[in-house]
């Protein structure tokens, strides 16, 4: 199945699949179904180099992660990773990198959740905790509002 039949059909039950309108009926983005919707294989590597927690690669067209990874860290790395093996990315370019990391931000934050958390508090910190993102996340997302780069004007 090709990623473009995959975000066809499941865009319809998916936030961040196909499509960034945010819908009442979608259910929240979800990495782990995500993968398993495109075939990509997530395998733990207690061995990844360094502070790496996640890792594509394209000469095994794996994604790796290392086990016992904070849930949030662990969602958004994912999120990251699986926007590397949709594109196929050999190798690490900045722009890829920057891509990955829009795409993701993207899937990972959903406005109204964004909302929702913000009425209970406006700390960065206490917001990616509620919305089960990094800080790393947050800040990008807030970036692209400033910047004016969000889709269709969120």
């Not at 061995?47 to 690669?57: D, E, I, N, Q």
């Not at 662990?74 to 722009?95: I, P, Y």
Request: net charge neutral; aromatic share 6%.
């Amino acid at each position: 199945m090709s990623l473009a039949q995959v975000t066809t059909r499941d865009s319809e039950w998916m936030y961040g699949l196909g499509s960034f309108d945010d819908a009442h009926a979608l259910a929240d983005y979800n990495p782990w179904d995500h993968a398993d919707l495109l075939g990509a294989p997530v395998v733990t590597n207690p061995t990844l180099p360094g502070r790496m927690v996640a890792a594509y690669s394209a000469r095994r067209h794996v994604i790796f992660l290392r086990p016992n990874t904070p849930y949030a860290v662990e969602r958004c790395a994912l999120a990251h990773e699986l926007v590397h093996f949709e594109h196929r990315d050999r190798g690490t370019t900045n722009s890829q990198e920057d891509r990955a990391d829009r795409i993701s931000t993207l899937r990972l934050i959903r406005p109204r959740r964004l909302m929702e958390a913000a009425q209970l508090s406006e700390d960065i910190g206490a917001m990616a905790i509620e919305l089960c993102v990094t800080e790393k996340v947050m800040r990008l997302y807030a970036r692209m509002v400033r910047n004016g780069t969000l889709p269709g004007g969120h």
